[in-house]
């Protein structure tokens, strides 16, 4: 009997190792999934502030060009009022100088503002591009990663089957079906017992399940989550 349940548990590691190598593979996968999402998301955001960023620059370079035009005014101005000949003439042309250097108080008040602007856009910008490269970066090694390891795990994972279908052809029929019964309900179906508990569902044994156990001369099953039990000081002892 002890055989038997040699071989459920050497079954059910090889069911856990494969398990445990599609889960990483999964696990793997579903980084690189969320990655790309991120990628994604930043390349979006980047082009959206880079767009924001050059639709400013340009209002900025408009405001620049205003204010040149505003300067060359008051220089023409100011050469004209050289050569008025009447007072009323030069009030007329001060008044005009006045609203002049006024809009060019305006206008320099308006791009010294967006420089401002400017210069914190441009950091964002320098921290988005930083921050895209970091996840380019971790994107390609993750892909480069499962892409490089997909052969040596596609192996691991045929040698695991292939060890599985063996020791499945040695096993007993009717121990074989009733493991692969447990095993679509609870990830472990052999499960230790441990001061007279079952180590799968921590119930305490009855007499009777702790006596089978002592003789062992069928497998043994918790009365109350069904797993096939085993003692550990009994198992080395073989
Ligand atoms: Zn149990």
Redesign the pocket.
Known sequence: MLEKLTVLLKIQQLDDKESELLSLREAAEHSIIECKKRLDCLQNKQKQHSEELSEHRKKLAVLNGELRAVEDKIIKNKEKSQSVTSEKQLNAMNSELESMNNQKSLLEEEILLGMEREESLSEIEEKLQSELKEVTNTFSAAELDLVLSKPEWEQNLAEVRRNRTRVAESADRVSLSLYQRIRTRHASVV?PVRDGT?E??R?KLDHNTVNDLINQDSLVC?S????ILFVEEVLDQE
């Open positions: 499960v079952c799968g569902c119930i918790c109350n989550c069904s797993r």
